[in-house]
């Protein structure tokens, strides 16, 4: 057993990723009596603030995150912060974090790097330096680790040069979302599916990750990132790794992440020849959601750009379980509603009894956000005595995991991390040849818009994206789901 971690430094402590997501996460932890008694969470940034100020604008973050009877703990969760400023291009400063942590600079700690990607080399050579790194120590990253291929091996490169792989816990905050783990829980705690769980049994699956937001002051990164590097290259092409995975032996990093990457190194490249085909793009212009009148992508920005905040694709899976089993995935900014969700469509019967009733294939509804919900829709007889024979309508059977699960708090995915973080479990965390094959496959699509001359087409905020992305999936004979 891996000893649990008795101190988290967190790098970039006092900056949005922080507020919103790791100290309510913390707090949670803290709250539910999760992390060791003696766990010191401590802060660092460059601000030149001290233990009071942290503390300060931890309280106000969690004011705003937590609420009811819980509030009565934040004082308890603040007494755990410390701060350390930290110049990073500064080895005095590094010195000054070491001397704050003393003694605990020997015993078990982890490392969370949630700034940018461009300080990930001098924090860990600070960290190194200062005997930071050892065998008692991990490292987390926080996407995005690259923008392509070549500059997420810099990044590995520069990580492994003081932390060994096992001692490395790359961030996909996906991973730490109940429903997905539920993924591995249906497929694999149930009998019922996996015969079916392949090219006879399954049609196509569709994953969507559709959000309302903008931009979201984002600029200078999304401009340079677009919605293929955003959010494809990460966190749907891990949801389609566990979705298309072989069963592993156990539930453990090893054993995962090995089936993972099998699959991420099956995916069918697609190039200049297929992306015209294969893959769509666009950008959303101006118009509305919800009744609100929104601004187009390049007012937001201020300029025109051709970045797409819009995909949709195409994907195989090289092996014998899906050969010829399309995989489409869609993603964008100002669609219609946020809803993230996987489809399992599977064949229909292969016969009909039911002379003159349409039959509707049985579909697996994986519903991640807003809501939590599986839900299997099947074919069942509508009650009645018609003389016109069996009627039959597809009906939902629905695991609202609200419901099953009532007693339950709805966590932050982070909370989830940041656990398996401190106790040093990386079985949800990604592993370097996962990054490197999903970049290796976001790289060619990438060259292959390049080469083929593809330009985002515009879609009117609100919508589904370009008409395009509906045509990709109906020339197969599919509709995407909802
Ligand atoms: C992030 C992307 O990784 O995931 C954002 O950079 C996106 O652009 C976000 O909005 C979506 O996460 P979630 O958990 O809200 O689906």
Redesign the pocket.
């Known amino acids: 057993m891996t000893a649990a971690a008795q101190t988290l430094i967190l790098f970039g402590a006092t900056g949005d990723l922080s507020q919103r997501m790791l100290l309510p996460s913390l707090f949670g932890l803290h709250a539910d009596g999760l992390v060791p008694d003696d766990l010191l969470i401590l802060g660092t940034a460059r601000s030149d603030e001290d233990d009071a100020a942290f503390r300060d604008l931890a309280g106000q973050a969690l004011a705003k995150a937590v609420t009811g009877d819980r509030r009565a703990l934040i004082p308890g969760f603040l007494d755990r912060l410390r701060y350390v400023p930290l110049d990073l291009h500064d080895a005095r400063s590094f010195a000054g974090l070491a001397t704050a942590l003393g003694d605990r600079a020997r015993r078990p700690l982890a490392a969370f790097l949630s700034t940018a990607p461009a300080l990930f080399r001098p924090a860990i050579g600070g960290l190194a330096a200062h005997g930071l790194a050892g065998d008692n120590a991990r490292l987390a990253l926080e996407?995005p680790l690259g923008h392509d291929l070549a500059s997420s091996q810099a990044i590995n490169d520069a990580v492994a040069a003081a932390f060994p792989e096992d001692r490395i816990f790359r961030i996909d905050?996906?991973l730490g979302k109940e429903t997905v783990q539920n993924l591995i829980a249906l497929r694999f705690a149930n009998s019922l599916f996996e015969p079916l769980w392949n090219a006879g049994g399954i049609d196509h699956v569709q994953i969507s990750?559709a959000?309302t937001?903008g931009l979201e002051g984002r600029v200078g990164f999304y401009d340079d990132a677009g919605a293929l590097r955003?959010?494809v290259q990460?966190?749907m092409l891990q949801l389609l790794a566990l979705v298309a995975m072989e069963p592993p032996a156990r539930f453990d990093a090893a054993a995962v992440r090995d089936e993972k990457v099998k699959v991420l190194r099956s995916l069918r490249p697609i190039d200049a020849a297929s992306a015209p085909g294969d893959s769509v793009i666009g950008q959303y212009r101006a118009g509305a959601i919800g009744g609100q009148a929104v601004a187009g992508y390049a007012d937001e920005l201020g300029r025109p750009s051709a970045t797409e905040t819009f995909v949709a694709i195409r994907a195989h899976v090289d092996n014998w379980r899906w050969r010829g089993v399309p995989f489409y995935l869609r993603t964008g900014k100002r669609l219609p509603d946020r809803r993230?969700e996987i489809v399992i469509q599977f064949r229909g019967v292969p016969h009909s009894i039911f002379e003159g009733q349409p039959l509707k294939p049985n579909k697996l509804v994986i519903l991640l956000?807003p809501d939590e919900n599986i839900r299997l829709l099947v074919m069942a007889k509508q009650p009645g005595l018609g003389g016109e024979g069996i009627v039959l309508r597809e009906i939902p059977l629905d695991i609202a995991l609200r419901d099953a699960f009532a007693g339950a708090r709805r966590r932050i995915?982070y909370e989830r991390l940041l656990l398996d973080l401190i106790e040093g479990d990386p079985t949800l965390f990604v592993r370097r040849d996962e990054v490197e094959a999903q970049w290796r496959w976001i790289d060619a699509i990438r060259a292959g818009w390049a080469a083929a001359r593809m330009t985002p087409a515009l879609y009117p905020a609100g919508s589904w994206g370009p008409p395009a992305a509906m045509a990709l999936a109906e020339r197969n004979g599919a509709m995407w789901h909802g």
């Open positions: 996407k905050h996906y990750v959000e937001v955003d959010m990460n966190h993230t956000q995915a």
